[in-house]
């Protein structure tokens, strides 16, 4: 809690919210909130993406069909407390033409 004041006399008091990067969080919990986060994913398949953790790193591995689904699985993880950065290898093999 920061107490300001600004140029027209007001006093406030302001609270600051980190960054969700710096907010601490082991490797287990960060692994068990990616799990979640990419199952309750719509558009990510179930069973494509595997995913890791290391340091804050949420590294995602796999294969999809659409680039919308390899996005949805970053997008999933991207935000989520203590994730430091997100390595994207998933990799995106068109359905077979018919």
Do not use: K, Q, W
């Amino acid at each position: 809690m920061t107490h300001t004041v600004f140029d027209n006399g007001v006093e406030a008091d302001i609270s600051t919210i980190p960054h969700r990067s710096c907010v601490p969080r082991a490797d287990y919990e960060l692994l068990a909130a990616s799990m979640r986060a990419l199952r309750d994913a719509v558009h990510v398949p179930n069973g494509h993406v595997v995913v890791s953790v290391h340091e804050g790193v949420v590294v995602l591995d796999g294969r999809t069909s659409f680039y919308f689904e390899r996005a949805a699985a970053e997008c999933a993880v991207r935000f989520l407390d203590g994730v430091r950065a997100v390595e994207n290898h998933i990799l995106v093999e068109p359905p077979a033409e018919r």
